[in-house]
């Protein structure tokens, strides 16, 4: 039984439009949050999560040009956000439906955001 596939892993697909299977590779295929720890600012991308040292203030810039459905998770891993607060820059987009930056400041937070559209923006998956 196969209980994880590696980034690089190949994937069989049957595209049943052209009668044929295409190798697809895990990134390609969609699913699961890739995971990072940042100490500094840094620009976010899709489908990544983010274990941020709060050892200093951190801003997460939100990723430029999004899509309906484009995921970004952010976790204060030290549990120093309310010392050393983190800001999530939006990036010219709405962050739930209002055009502010969004400041967390509570130790421990974590927090899922999800791009809808350009009325609502980046709304919160969970926090």
Same mark, same amino acid.
Do not use: H
């Given at each position: 039984? +196969? %209980?994880e596939a590696a980034d690089a892993d190949l994937i069989l697909v049957y595209d049943n439009s052209a009668s044929a299977y295409k190798k697809i590779t895990k990134a390609n295929f969609g699913g699961g949050i890739k995971w990072e720890t940042? %100490?500094?600012?840094?620009?976010?991308?899709k489908g990544t999560g983010y274990l941020i040292d709060c050892g200093s203030a951190v801003t997460a810039t939100l990723p430029a040009s999004p899509s309906i459905g484009w995921e970004v998770r952010i976790?204060?891993? %030290?549990?120093?956000?309310?010392?050393?607060?983190?800001?999530?820059?939006?990036?010219?987009?709405k962050i739930q439906g209002v055009a502010t930056d969004m400041t +967390?400041?509570?130790?421990?937070?974590? +927090?899922g955001l999800v791009y809808f559209d350009t009325n609502e923006g980046w709304v919160l998956r969970e926090n």
């Amino acid at each position: 039984a +196969i %209980t994880e596939a590696a980034d690089a892993d190949l994937i069989l697909v049957y595209d049943n439009s052209a009668s044929a299977y295409k190798k697809i590779t895990k990134a390609n295929f969609g699913g699961g949050i890739k995971w990072e720890t940042k %100490t500094a600012n840094f620009t976010a991308a899709k489908g990544t999560g983010y274990l941020i040292d709060c050892g200093s203030a951190v801003t997460a810039t939100l990723p430029a040009s999004p899509s309906i459905g484009w995921e970004v998770r952010i976790i204060d891993a %030290t549990g120093e956000a309310a010392t050393n607060n983190i800001t999530v820059a939006r990036n010219s987009e709405k962050i739930q439906g209002v055009a502010t930056d969004m400041t +967390i400041q509570s130790n421990r937070a974590a +927090i899922g955001l999800v791009y809808f559209d350009t009325n609502e923006g980046w709304v919160l998956r969970e926090n």
